[in-house]
């Protein structure tokens, strides 16, 4: 299973190496998880550059978690269980060690690696994670994956990619990145606008906005051959496209007989019909991930507030209150949430509410924070902020504890969304 | 900034009625002026075309009310304000009176809303303007409004001074 999803990624890779644009350069991260857990990771052995560059890729993916304290390992390097001695490990405060070795052979890397017990003195894992030699990174996200998963009981998401729109000066990319931001490759470039990138529920395709013809109409491309259709050219504004969850059905915003009202169509764009009739600015729909609901951007109250309905039809809920104004709703993976981007005196924050009490709690502390979207295992939130004047990529923790920035080389980074599991 | 635009607009009423009564003769003047020092070799053949042409069209003519291509709204407000509706009611005119051109109106918001929202809303100001041009006499098929949202803006401040500049539709006339 996992080599075929390898064998996928590294397709996916080789088709995107020619675009292939130098990485983000700094990430800052602001605070820490209530509970960190020790853990030490031991360089690997073998090819010291490779091993180098995957301990690079783990010890920054637990790091940025804030789930994690990282134990320095400095003055012992076991790589195979006979050469651990426990309790040097147990003095160092760590309560979990991964070790391993790097092996290459005919263009391929190998990571056999294991994630010890230092209390137990067990082994957690024992598996070998293999790529091609271009592709050492996944291999690092792989391994980091798997020991938050077992470390903390929740599906890592360091092998998962996010998009994004780079806008420098008058020149727009829509960027295609790993989690960690590094690894960008363009999809598309241009000198008119790009938004709304949505990936598709594979993650093979994204559907966007793009302003190339003079007006916002939507496109849908492969990533695997770059090759893209048009979803929905109709006169005025086409945009806000989203995919159900087992990516049959689309929504998607057209103004095609009037204001912004919300339609459903199929992938390629045939059977469109409209389902909001407010005659307001509907926009913004966002999947339930059972398929049932759409959450979606209405002022038909007379401001921008959110609102939930059933995709079939149905009486509408309206669900943000009180002051402010409320937009880009997206669902938690598990369902019983959503985050928006709530705008108050003048200030965009990152907030989430709780479908049951209602509850609204402000993850950020407020800016130019937009734009907000989960990471699949629901335990982060990607949204669009502002630093030293220019856009960048944040994340934070949804229990709101962990920040980090992500400075893209140059330009305003904006649009940002999250990628489905691999 | 809304005073300052009340009064370009005042300004521009009163340019536009001062000049109305001798335009015609004014206007005819420096065309054949113009024509004389730029190329005299050359002006038996071009000048009577072309300069009849732009004299005539009231659009090149920078103290008309219609060198006026933008009207400007409050934030998160699509309907055209009182103070420039002269200007749309005077842009209807000029269409059903040529009927060959064609204007697009291009809707703007500033960044205070999501950038769907404010395409939306962008989408909402351009339609609005097409509407009243349409009241106006313009005919639907001289006019295409498109939105831009948020993703063009004119000024890039955090502040209202570029806000105020951001939200506004442009009529912008085919070439």
């Known amino acids: 299973m ?42 690997f052995g073998g090819d010291e550059k490779i091993a180098q560059t995957i301990n690079a890729v783990v010890t920054g993916d637990l790091q940025r978690s804030g789930l994690f304290r990282l134990v320095d390992p400095t003055g012992k390097s076991p790589h195979v269980p006979a050469e651990v001695s426990y309790p040097d490990w147990e003095v160092r405060g760590a309560e979990a060690l991964a070790i391993g070795t790097v092996v290459t052979q005919g263009g391929r890397v190998e990571a056999r690696f294991r994630l010890l017990d230092v209390v137990k003195q067990t082994e957690l894992i024992a598996q070998a994670v293999s ?27 360091f092998s998962t990619r996010i998009a994004y729109v780079n806008r420098q000066g008058k020149k727009f990319s829509l960027i295609v990145a790993d989690s960690d931001g590094h690894n960008e490759q363009a999809v598309l470039t241009q000198n008119e606008p790009i938004m709304s990138p949505a990936w598709s529920p594979d993650g093979g395709q994204l559907a966007y906005v793009s302003f190339e013809t003079g007006h916002a109409v939507v496109y849908v491309q492969s990533l695997y051959t770059n090759q893209r259709r048009v979803l929905a050219d109709f006169r005025g504004s086409n945009s806000a496209p989203a995919w159900s969850p087992d990516g049959k059905q689309m929504a998607l915003v057209l103004t095609r007989d009037g204001s912004s009202q919300i339609y459903l169509s199929r992938p390629d764009g045939s059977d469109i019909r409209r389902i909001t009739f407010s005659g307001a600015i509907d926009t913004e729909p966002h999947f339930s991930p059972d398929g049932q609901y759409l959450l979606f951007t209405s002022d038909r109250g007379g401001s921008p507030q959110i609102y939930r309905m059933p995709v079939k039809g149905g009486p509408t809920e309206r669900l943000t209150f009180g002051e402010g104004t409320n937009f880009s709703p997206r669902h938690s993976p598990d369902g019983k949430s959503f985050v928006f981007a709530h705008l108050l005196n003048g200030r965009f924050h990152i907030a989430m509410q709780d479908f049951q009490t209602g509850q609204i709690s402000l993850l950020t502390e407020g800016g130019w924070e937009k734009k907000p979207s989960f990471a699949p295992n629901g335990k982060l939130i990607l949204f669009a902020s502002e630093a030293r004047d220019r856009g960048i990529l944040a994340t934070v923790s949804s229990d709101g504890r962990v920040k980090q920035h992500m400075f893209t080389q140059s330009g305003d980074a904006r649009e940002p969304v999250w990628g489905p599991y691999p | 900034m809304k005073k300052l635009i009340i009064g370009i607009v005042l300004v521009n009423l009163l340019a536009a009625c001062a000049s109305e009564p001798k335009k015609e003769p004014v206007a005819a003047a420096p065309a054949a002026s113009t024509s004389a020092p730029a190329a005299k070799a050359e002006a038996p053949k071009v000048a009577p075309a072309a300069p009849v042409k732009t004299a005539a069209d009231p659009l090149n003519d920078p103290t008309s009310i219609l060198a006026n291509r933008s009207v400007y709204y409050p934030f998160d407000v699509a309907v055209v304000q009182d103070e420039d509706k002269p200007v749309v009611q005077a842009h209807a005119k000029y269409l059903s009176e040529h009927a060959n051109r064609k204007v697009r109106l291009e809707g703007n918001c500033d960044e205070r809303g999501s950038n769907e929202y404010n395409l939306g809303l962008g989408q909402r100001r351009a339609d609005g303007v097409n509407k009243m041009l349409e009241l106006g006499g313009a005919s639907a098929d001289q006019l295409e409004s498109v939105s831009y949202g948020e993703e063009k803006p004119r000024a890039s401040g955090h502040d209202e001074a570029s806000w105020s500049q951001n939200r506004r539709t442009d009529l912008n006339y085919a070439k």
Do not use: C, F, W
């Open chain 1, 2 to 43: 996992m080599l075929r999803v390898l064998q996928g990624m590294a397709g996916l890779l080789l088709l995107m190496q020619a675009s292939m644009a130098s990485a983000v350069l700094t990430i800052e991260i602001i605070g820490a998880g209530e509970h960190q857990i020790p853990v030490s990771i031991v360089p």
């Open chain 1, 131 to 157: 790529a091609s030699e271009n592709q050492i990174r996944a291999i690092g996200h792989r391994i980091a994956d798997l020991i938050y998963e077992k470390l903390t009981g929740d599906k890592g998401v």
